[in-house]
Structure formats: C-alpha cells, structure tokens
C-alpha cells in the first residue's frame, strides 16, 4: 500500500476528523496572535484552519452555504480563497455565459 493510499485510510477515521476540526479551531483563535508579527501569516493561518474547519464540520458547511446564499460575492472569494472546485465550475460557467 503506497503512503498516499494510508493517509487516505488515516483521514476517513472519525479520529482523525475530530483531530484536524480541533487543529483547525487551534489555528483560527492564534490567528489575531500570528496577525501581530509582520507579514501576511495571520491570513494564511486563519486560511487553513477556516479549511480545516469546513472540510471536518456539517455545521460549519452549512453556515458556510448560508452565508454565500446572501453574500454571493464575499461567497465567491472565500471559494477561490479555499481553491474549492465549485468557484472553479461558476468561473468557467460565467465566461461561458459572458461568450454566448
């Protein structure tokens, strides 16, 4: 079994899902303390543990579709921001709107 197919096996344990909503939840509360230093690193801190957060919580998700529903454009950035598929899908789908 190669190692990308036992870290595959290790992330669908409710363990580990538990584990990374935790690391997640850690990293967005030491963000204002990482925001202190100079640079951009309270932005990409609060990046991965939003993502790990969204990625590991129902909850989470569905406050997250709420939010896009009645802020689409905020949405749409915080997509790219999360490299998510579905702003990749509405990008191609709007040029293809904007050509036709």
Do not use: C
């Not at 290790?10 to 202190?36: D, K, S, Y």
């Amino acid at each position: 079994m190669k190692w990308l197919d036992r870290l595959r096996v290790l992330n669908a344990t409710e363990a580990m899902r538990v584990a990374q909503l935790m690391v997640g939840i850690l990293l967005v509360l030491v963000t204002p303390l990482v925001g202190l230093l100079p640079g951009p690193g309270g932005v990409v801190v609060f990046g991965i543990g939003f993502g790990l957060i969204l990625r590991n919580s129902a909850w989470a998700k569905r406050r997250y579709v709420t939010f896009k529903r009645k802020r689409p454009k905020m949405g749409g950035w915080a997509d790219w921001g999360l490299r998510r598929k579905s702003a990749k899908r509405r990008g191609q789908k709007a040029k293809f709107e904007k050509r036709h």
